[in-house]
Structure formats: structure tokens, C-alpha cells
């Protein structure tokens, strides 16, 4: 997929009026260390001719309520990760593209997206914004967003609720529908800070694993969905979600390709909302990190040999404990399964990992020029195994698993399975 992007011109954006100036603390999940780390996306709209002068000028009107945002990541004198309110801003590129969306089929093909192309590049050493945003307006009079998130300070609701911001604004509204709520102190500080100057004594990092894994999409159709529900509801009388019967198809189909040893331990980890387990609940507006690992292990065989219903058994029962493990967490006690930090699983091909983005969001944000027809997360690691379950593009209704979860030896069988 040959094009040209030219990007027009580039810097920061800055809030539009005054904001408060300070530090603010993050929370205990928003400090977990694998979530240093960015978010890459790409949202494809069919239409937004001057779609650059119209999302710059709403992004600085939505960074006065979201302020923290035009800020920078800052360390206490504890180690403690914080945000510096300092207004200096986001990256914000206008860049154009000659050739029409529709040539390039909206970006459908993942595999040939020239992501350098579409997102934004900051070359200013050390200035380190938290949000980059580039607008690529494509010859047809669509435009791409390609955006780049700082982790710490928004899962993907928040940054959903962020950009719809933005959107609202772009499209007339004085001030953003949802008011946004920092609120980052639903658990409470470390009782025991570490000293300043402190020495420090870290774990040696993790063997780097020695398998290459391939990238292959499968398109799930509602109608496919559906049906593997309603045989779901028939042998159990239950009902499940679409995210669990497809994942624990996933999950089987996967695990039966990469052909195991028997008895070998697999385990399939994903990321819930835990918004609903905070006491007092967190505000509306409330956009920070709050989610916690669901893992589910099991031997290769009993995964192999189970029918879709029984595998999603096995994730309806570890989601029941979802809310007693992450409040086990919050407090500093172990988990039952002993395992040292929930968010940092091993890196072994035996672990599946599953990131769920059709519900957050980001596929209903409208700037002006209705919702966007595709929004394609970017994978961020070659070593881990994993699957981005996304919505398929518009007008098509459905799943898309977005993956990078077999050797190239096992992913023809793969997809033969998850074909059959």
C-alpha cells in the first residue's frame, strides 16, 4: 500500500484558557509498571474536509477540563510516578495524503497500513507529551487520526471519553457533555514510601522469548456470533456475552494448533472493568486507569478437548472472583493462585493475552462528520502473544481478532480451526 503523507505542519497545542497549575498524584493502577507505556490507534472517517483546523482548535478547548493531559510525567522524591499541570500541551501534526480512502479500502487490510505514515512523529527531545494526535486529510476529503496515548493516565474508556470530548466540542458544544473527575485516590498511599537516594535492588528482567510471532486477522460476523451463543444458551440454559463465547473459541482453536505437550499449563488473560468494585464509586467523568487481570489456567488438553461452552464456563467462574482479587490487590495481599504481580503474566507462548476495544468507545466519537468507519488499535509488542478483539468496519457488524499469537508453523492450522 504505496502513498505519500505530507505533513504540513507540526507543534504543540496548548488549553485554550488558564488551567490550574500543580502536581497530581496517579493512582495504584495507573502506576503499575507495565502500563508505562503507549497506546497507538488509528481512526478512519469517511468524510471531514478541514477535519486538522477543526480538531486542533477542539482540542484546545477540551484540554481546559482535561488539563492533567497537557501536562508531563514527573517522580516524586519517592519514585512515585506523577503528573506536573503545567499546560505546556499536545503534539498535534496536520499532515495530507494525495490518495483516496476508498482506493486503499479504508484501511480494511491491516497488514499493509504504513502506520509511520499515519502517525504522529515528535522530534523535539525530552519535551515527552502525554497525548500525540496527527490528522491526515486524504484526497476524497476523509481524514485519518493517528493517535498516540501515555497509558498511565487513561485506559481505553478514558481515552474514549477524552476524544468524544474533543468531538463534542468540534461540533458546537460549549463544554463537554461529562465533566471530567480526576479522582485518582480510590486506594490509599504506600505506608511505607521509599527514602530518597534509597538503593534500590530490581529483579534481573525476564528471559526474551525465542519464537516469532505471525500476524493473522479473523472477521467473526454477527450472524456467527449469534449462533454461537444461542448453542451456548442450549446445552447450559445460561447466557454468556460475545466477547466470552468468542474469546473461549479463540482460546481452544489456539491452543489445539500450537499442539502442546499434555498436561502443559495454558493460560488465557484479560483486562476488566473495575469501576463498578470502587466504594464510594467513582465520579461519571472519572478517566484514569481501573482494570484488573482476569487469568484463567488450565491444562493444554482439558482447553484442547473442551467444547466453546464448557471454556466459557471456565471464564464466567474466574470473572466471579474478579471483584475479591482486585480488591486482594489494592490492599497489598497475595493472590490465592500465589502468582507475585497479576499484571506482569510470564512471556511464554503457553499464555494468551486479549485486549477487548469494541466497547470502549471509540467507534461512536464524531467530529462533525459522523462516526468513524474502522478504528485500528496497533499492536504494541512483538513478543507477546496476543489478540485485539476490535468491531469490524462499518457498515459491517461483527469481531474482528486483530492477532499475533502463533508461530508461523502453527498459524495455517489456526486459522483452519477458527475457520472449521
Known amino acids: 500500500m504505496a502513498f505519500s503523507v505530507i505533513r504540513i505542519n507540526q507543534g504543540l497545542v496548548q488549553p485554550s484558557k488558564n488551567t490550574p497549575s500543580g502536581t497530581l498524584n496517579l493512582s495504584i493502577i495507573d502506576k503499575v ?19 486538522a483546523q477543526v480538531i486542533r482548535e477542539a482540542l484546545a478547548g477540551a ?11 514527573k517522580e516524586s522524591e519517592y519514585g512515585e510516578l506523577q503528573i506536573e499541570c503545567c499546560g505546556e500541551g499536545v503534539w498535534f501534526v496536520e499532515a495530507s495524503a494525495e490518495c483516496m480512502l476508498d482506493s486503499v479500502h479504508y484501511f480494511d487490510d491491516t497488514t499493509s497500513i504504513p502506520y509511520d505514515e499515519l502517525l504522529p512523529h515528535q522530534f523535539v527531545e525530552g519535551m515527552n507529551p502525554l497525548v500525540l494526535m496527527q490528522v491526515t486529510q486524504f484526497g476524497c476529503g476523509g481524514f485519518v487520526m493517528g493517535l498516540i496515548f501515555c497509558h498511565s493516565i487513561c485506559d481505553g474508556l478514558g481515552a474514549a471519553q477524552f476524544l468524544n470530548a474533543v468531538g463534542e466540542i468540534a461540533r458546537g458544544l460549549e463544554h463537554p457533555s461529562i465533566t471530567p473527575a480526576w479522582s485518582r485516590d480510590f486506594s490509599p498511599p504506600p505506608p511505607h514510601p521509599q527514602q530518597p537516594n534509597a538503593t534500590v535492588f530490581q529483579n534481573s528482567p525476564p528471559p526474551m522469548p525465542d519464537y516469532h510471532l505471525q500476524h493473522a486477522n479473523i472477521d467473526i460476523s454477527q450472524d456467527q456470533i449469534n449462533h454461537l451463543k444461542q448453542e451456548f444458551h442450549d446445552s447450559t440454559g445460561q447466557t ?13 482453536r489456539r491452543t489445539q494448533s500450537i499442539n502442546l505437550l499434555p498436561n502443559t499449563q495454558v493460560k488465557l488473560v484479560f483486562f476488566a472493568n473495575c469501576r463498578q468494585f470502587l466504594q464510594p464509586p467513582p465520579p461519571q467523568g472519572f478517566y484514569g486507569n481501573c482494570f484488573f487481570p482476569v487469568t484463567i489456567t488450565a491444562p493444554s488438553q482439558t482447553v484442547a478437548r473442551s467444547s466453546n461452552s464448557e471454556v466459557v464456563r471456565l471464564i464466567q467462574e474466574e470473572k466471579s472472583k474478579l471483584g475479591k482479587e482486585f480488591w486482594r490487590w489494592v490492599k497489598g495481599e497475595r493472590r490465592e493462585d500465589g502468582a507475585d504481580d497479576p499484571f506482569a503474566p510470564p512471556l511464554v507462548y503457553t499464555t494468551l493475552f486479549v485486549s477487548e476495544w469494541g466497547r470502549l468507545g471509540f467507534n461512536q466519537i464524531d467530529y462533525g462528520w459522523g462516526e468513524p468507519v474502522h478504528v485500528v488499535p496497533i499492536q504494541g509488542s512483538a513478543i507477546i502473544p496476543v489478540c485485539i478483539a476490535g468491531l469490524l468496519p462499518s457498515p459491517k457488524k461483527g469481531i474482528r481478532l486483530m492477532t499475533w499469537c502463533v508461530e508461523d508453523a502453527h498459524r495455517q492450522p489456526f486459522l483452519d480451526l477458527m475457520k472449521s
Open 33 to 51: 509498571p507495565v502500563l508505562r507505556c503507549n497506546a497507538r490507534t488509528l481512526h478512519v472517517f469517511r468524510h471531514g474536509p478541514g477535519a
Open 63 to 73: 484540554l481546559v477540563p482535561y488539563y492533567p493531559l497537557a501536562g508531563r510525567l
Open 240 to 252: 454468556c456475552s460475545a466477547f466470552e463465547i468468542v474469546v473461549a473459541s479463540l482460546w481452544r
